[in-house]
């Protein structure tokens, strides 16, 4: 099977700021409060009359040089060779957070056990499908203590589905695909388009791509 | 009086460490949600600590290899203080990184689970490394005096020594030769990895480019400079009050060493100096942010006071000034200011660059899906009783700072005047009493930063706003203090033990001394067997 490249492009011009992936990022992964793999950032610029808000939804870049992966002192984390997803296995994950003081993007978090409500309501108790296994946030069982992070929804595209954000953006601003297809959806859009990643400078070749 | 003292020291460390134990169950048992660190604040004070007490060893250690390898007779009576010095201080230090993991029942996989590109899994293995060689060298410089005391010593006490003696039983002048050339061959070994040690714990920081404030090359040699100066600080501060050494020595000595401090420190000034010239004139904005926070933030006293005044000005003054660079109890203190001033730099070194949100609005995207009502992490009754138990232990803490500071004025009543010793102390025990007042967050007291409240009153001390965690702002929870007390009560009373059970501070052995060992019948014994 041939390599994939695993890329998002996000059209800054179709964006709402609905948060709507948010939200279905925070129900696909069962994520405990302040941890968001994706989230929506806010800008007002000019003054009034001539005022305007931006949007920039982030997520984990999965980047072609992931600043995160060499610093794991136990080979936690790291850029799958077939896909370019970056994972973290929360088997081996000592929880020391070097990586997230690594990563350019904020885009890791750290679990610190809290959740929502007390005692857990029936979607909280619910079981994470993280990497394809269930995962049961209690008595500090992991993914609670280790670093938890975007992964591109990997148990759903193994069962052949789109990215819950994906999915669930309403005026289709967010697309995914495969880089190293050039018929790809995502490959064309940047072939036409302008395109910008964030934090070019730093060589951490996002995969992550926005288009204005 | 000298035995009140003692006692008194005793109780304080018994209560400190008996509530840091406390602390450090609720810590295992809820896991890091008893910290105030955030999703922007990942590394707080546990890491800032652990770097310190990593920097204390490695500049103990250094000024030892001074003595053992670079042939420094002035300072060998200080040897292996330094040397003891330098493994209680990597005790504390690798007790901190191991308190401050997500996981810390699987802190042994870092030695199956590899990954030769992280810092951090080579810094594992220098500590390691170094743990050898410094507990190595350190028993052959006793090796001596081991056996000799465990031939003289009755009962327990014998038996430890014994025990600790390895069955070795040879201290002929050529065995004392031999040992010695042991420890240079080990010290030698010694300095690129205690360099390597802490080195690279400066590496572990200066490789994130993320953070602008870190990603410098002069970075790992800061921490070099100021591992030298605070270890250097640490023994001179020892050697002034605790010495057993006779009043002349111990002058001489503690000048010598006092001298090398201001040196040390005067270098590490410099460097620290450069790189915050450098950032502000590249004025990048997250890299002046961090200078901002630094200086202006709502810490500043950590930069001004306590790493610039306590740290650096006051003891440079003191170790310069001609009428203070010759008491001992004068250069004594000016260590102690540089041991606790350091902490500030290790503070400044972790928290500062990481408040900054690394992606604009990141901090404030996210607040209105975080949960509305603010959940206690603990039971309210135990946090009642926690609540006792740690305004009691901080009662006592400040009675024996304020016993220790009244102390301090009997001795050195006679060089400065009293009046003006007894003002400081109470001008001393104002602003520590001012400071408890903040780290506690007594009714009223409270910080407000970006619109927000970051943490108001002693509820949020222990249970922790859900808000909170998208805070760029971090100040330890209660429980971080006591742990962090406890630890170093636990490592201070390792030491005060050591330095009490162990030969750390013998002089040469005397003719008639040697002849009487000989004549032992436990060594006429292994004679024979030979």
């Given at each position: 099977m041939a390599k994939k490249r695993y890329a998002m492009v996000i059209d800054l011009k179709r964006c709402?700021?609905?948060d709507a992936c948010t939200i279905a990022c925070k129900q696909e992964?069962?994520?405990?409060?302040?941890?968001?793999y994706t989230r929506v950032l806010r800008k007002e610029v000019g003054e009034y009359p001539n005022v305007r808000r931006q949007f920039l939804p982030i997520l984990c870049?999965?980047?072609?040089?992931?600043?995160?992966?060499?610093?794991c002192p136990v080979g936690a984390t790291w850029k799958r060779e077939q896909d370019g997803i970056v994972v973290v296995d929360y088997e081996k994950?000592?929880?020391?957070?070097y990586c997230m003081t690594a990563c350019p993007y904020g885009a890791r978090f750290f679990d610190?056990?809290?959740?929502?409500?007390e005692p857990l309501n029936v979607f909280e108790a619910q079981a994470s499908n993280e990497y394809g296994k269930q995962w049961n946030r209690a008595n500090?069982?992991?993914?609670?203590g280790n670093v938890r992070k975007c992964t591109f929804c990997v148990h759903r595209l193994d069962k052949g589905l789109e990215p819950a954000c994906v999915q669930t953006c309403m005026p289709k601003a967010r697309l995914f695909g495969?880089?190293?297809?050039?018929?790809?959806e995502v490959s064309r859009l940047l072939a036409e388009r302008r395109s910008f990643v964030l934090k070019e400078e730093l060589g951490t070749g996002p995969n992550v791509y926005y288009i204005t | 009086m000298k035995r009140g003292i003692t006692l008194a020291y005793w109780v304080v460390l018994g209560v400190t460490i008996l509530i840091g134990a406390l602390a450090l169950v609720v810590r295992a048992l809820?896991?890091?949600?008893?910290?105030?660190?955030t999703q922007i604040v990942p590394w707080g004070l546990w890491v800032a600590l652990y770097i310190y007490f990593i920097g204390l060893s490695a500049g103990s250690f250094l000024l030892s290899t001074l003595i053992?390898?670079?042939?420094?007779?002035?300072f060998e009576p200080v040897g292996k203080i330094a040397m003891f010095t330098a493994f209680v201080a990597l005790m504390a230090g690798l007790l901190f990184i191991l308190l401050d993991l997500?996981?810390?029942?699987?802190?042994?996989t870092v030695f199956f689970n590899r990954?030769?590109?992280s810092v951090l899994e080579w810094e594992i293995h220098f500590y390691l490394l170094y743990m050898v060689i410094l507990v190595a060298e350190l028993w052959l410089l006793m090796r001596r005096d081991l056996v000799r005391w465990s031939q003289e010593k009755k009962g327990w006490l014998g038996t430890l020594y014994r025990l600790m003696a390895l069955n070795s039983r040879d201290i002929s002048e050529k065995a004392l030769q031999d040992d010695m050339r042991l420890v240079k061959l080990l010290g030698l070994i010694g300095i690129p990895v205690a360099i390597g040690v802490h080195g690279g714990t400066g590496a572990i920081f200066?490789?994130?480019?993320?953070?602008p404030y870190w990603y410098t090359g002069l970075f790992p040699l800061i921490f070099i400079t100021s591992a030298l100066a605070s270890g250097g600080a640490l023994l001179t501060f020892i050697v002034a009050?605790?010495?057993?050494?006779e009043e002349k020595a111990r002058g001489e000595l503690v000048g010598g060493l006092g001298k090398l401090v201001a040196a040390l420190l005067g270098v590490d000034l410099l460097f620290i100096a450069s790189e915050f010239l450098i950032g502000i004139y590249g004025a990048i904005p997250d890299h002046l942010a961090t200078y901002n926070t630094i200086m202006f933030?709502?810490?500043w006293w950590v930069f001004?006071?306590?790493?610039?005044?306590?740290?650096a000005a006051l003891p440079l003054i003191l170790l310069t000034h001609k009428r203070t660079n010759s008491n001992i109890t004068w250069i004594g203190l000016a260590g102690a200011m540089i041991v606790v001033g350091i902490v500030g730099v290790r503070l400044n070194i972790v928290i500062p660059p990481l408040t900054?949100?690394?992606?604009?609005?990141f901090d404030t995207?996210?607040?209105?899906?975080?949960?509305a009502a603010s959940l206690s992490a603990l039971p309210a009754t135990l946090d009642q009783i926690l609540s006792y138990i740690t305004w009691a232990g901080g009662l006592i803490l400040l009675v024996a700072l304020g016993a220790l500071i009244l102390f301090a004025a009997q001795k050195l009543g006679a060089s400065i005047g009293q009046p003006a010793f007894y003002a400081a102390g109470i001008v001393a025990v104002v602003v520590i009493v001012f400071l408890a007042i903040r780290v506690v967050g007594a009714p009223g007291v409270s910080l407000a930063v970006n619109g927000g409240t970051a943490w108001s009153g002693y509820a949020d001390m222990f249970a922790q706003t859900?808000?909170?965690?998208?805070?760029?702002l971090y100040f330890p929870t209660l429980i971080e203090w006591l742990t962090s007390a406890g630890v170093i009560a636990f490592c201070v009373a390792l030491f005060s033990i050591g330095k009490a059970l162990l030969p750390l501070e013998t002089k040469e052995l005397s003719a008639e001394e040697m002849e009487r060992a000989r004549k032992s019948p436990w060594l006429a014994r292994t004679e024979v067997n030979k």
């Open positions: 709402v700021d609905c992964n069962h994520t405990p409060p302040g941890v968001a870049n999965h980047c072609e040089h992931p600043p995160c992966v060499p610093v994950c000592i929880g020391c957070r610190f056990g809290e959740n929502y409500s500090g069982n992991s993914p609670i495969d880089l190293n297809d050039p018929d790809s | 809820d896991g890091l949600k008893v910290t105030n660190l053992y390898v670079g042939g420094v007779k002035r997500g996981h810390m029942e699987r802190f042994w990954n030769p590109n200066a490789v994130v480019k993320a953070r009050f605790f010495s057993q050494l933030g709502p810490f001004w006071i306590l790493q610039l005044g306590i740290g900054r949100p690394l992606v604009e609005g995207a996210y607040i209105p899906f975080t949960a859900d808000s909170a965690r998208q805070n760029g």
